[in-house]
């Protein structure tokens, strides 16, 4: 089965900026989504088709997909900006959607 | 305003059943295929089911397969979720998604809150 790798936690202070990754075969050759969640709360679209923004997601969130990687930016990172964050497919070789390992991101 | 509400959950002895229902409001529930996600505790996303916009295709997760069932009736806008043989793996928050168009590659734009499902003796 098709398998998303993200790195367990990334650390940013203050106005700086968070890049994850999502890894994946030949991940550029699908439609790429990420989510933010909050603790207690459900998943919040914030990127969709790698570098799309859903109305009310910020600019400073920002996302590219090519070749084996995806990754999304969060550019001047504010305290509010800290959360789990997962990508996610549809596999169609598999038939099922995916979702990426997720990451939690710190601010420091 | 587009809403999703959960509702069915509770703790369950491993072996028995729940069915879960999801109350759908804000846009026109009979044109999109709907989805159930859930997150264990402490744990990522798993996607468990989904249901095309006229009920006449279902998908499952190899882990419920045989075990879930995924429903739904468009005169009521609710999206149902019956579960059987429960184990103690399937404790989670079971989430309602809405997907945003008509393609399965197509993002998923809306989220209900959760229902928590525990699954202990």
């Known amino acids: 089965s098709y398998v998303l790798t993200q790195p367990p936690s990334v650390s940013v202070a203050p106005g700086e900026t968070a890049r994850i990754t999502c890894g994946g075969n030949n991940i550029g050759s699908k439609r790429l989504h990420w989510y933010q969640q909050k603790p207690g709360q459900a998943p919040v679209l914030v990127i969709y088709?790698?570098?799309d923004r859903p109305s009310g997601i910020p600019e400073r969130f920002s996302g590219s997909n090519s070749g084996n990687t995806a990754t999304l930016t969060i550019s001047r990172v504010e305290a509010g900006d800290e959360a789990d964050y997962y990508c996610?497919?549809?596999?169609?070789?598999?038939?099922?959607?995916?979702f990426g390992t997720g990451t939690k991101v710190t601010v420091l | 305003e587009v809403q999703l509400v959960e509702s069915g959950g509770g703790l369950v002895q491993p072996g028995g059943s729940l069915r879960l229902s999801c109350s759908a409001s804000?846009?026109?529930?009979?044109?999109?295929?709907m989805h159930w996600v859930r997150q264990a505790p402490g744990s990522g996303l798993e996607y468990v089911s989904s249901i095309s916009h006229n009920g006449g295709s279902t998908y499952y997760a190899d882990s419920v397969k045989g075990r879930f069932t995924i429903s739904r009736d468009n005169s009521k806008n609710t999206l149902y979720l019956q579960m059987r043989s429960l184990r103690a793996e399937d404790t989670a928050i079971f989430y309602c998604?809405?997907?945003?168009?008509?393609?399965?590659?197509?993002?998923?734009?809306?989220w209900g809150q959760g229902t928590k499902v525990t699954v202990s003796s």
């Open positions: 088709d790698d570098s």
């Open positions: 804000g846009f026109t529930f009979s044109s999109y295929a």
């Open positions: 998604v809405k997907i945003s168009g008509s393609y399965r590659e197509d993002p998923f734009d809306m």
């Open positions: 996610q497919v549809w596999d169609t070789s598999s038939e099922n959607y995916v």
